[in-house]
């Protein structure tokens, strides 16, 4: 893996892409995003995850956020760590997955080829780092994930999604609270 998308500097902001393995739409189900929902806001409570902005796609989560432990690589292996578990559990013990046989298939797939991890894998390795060294990408990369549910035509304006910090920004009723910038 090259180096151009690492975290480097453990003190500052990152834009971050947690993608699923095999891109399954895993977050069309209510129950998996709110295990994303409630593992950013323990981290944020417990962790010292300082959360700038978010949105919750349907098979990738994208955030700025920052570490203020300086640990932001460590924040980010247990957030996807916890995750994962959570979400794998679910999907396997709940017994309303209509999906269970396919997604199990895809989770082992991935695995196959992935020494680091179990008999299953949620999520890529990679996460697309790049700092927030400047007003202006933060900016750029917050206006980005907030018209990413827009662009899919989920919703006319960023606000109007609920599992975005959009709403944050837009003074809204929010499941979840951020650090605004």
Known sequence: MGTSYQIKNQEV????????VGWADIFSRKSYR????????????????????????????HIVMRSKHN????LVRDFKKYTSKKILNLVNYSGTESRKEWLEIVFEYHAKYNKRV????????ENHAVE???NEI???????IHNNPVRAGWVVNPED???????????LESLLEIDLI
């Open 13 to 20: 902001p990152y834009y971050l892409t947690f993608q699923v």
């Open 34 to 61: 709110d295990i994303v929902i409630d593992s950013l806001r323990y981290c944020r409570d417990v962790k010292g995850m300082e959360l700038y902005a978010y949105v919750i796609m349907t098979n990738h989560v």
């Open 71 to 74: 640990d932001l690589s460590g």
């Open 118 to 125: 179990g008999n299953k894998q949620l999520w890529t390795h």
């Open 132 to 134: 927030m060294d400047n």
């Open 138 to 144: 933060m900016e750029s990369r917050v206006n980005y």
């Open 161 to 171: 999604y609920l599992y975005s910090s959009a709403r944050n920004y837009a003074n």
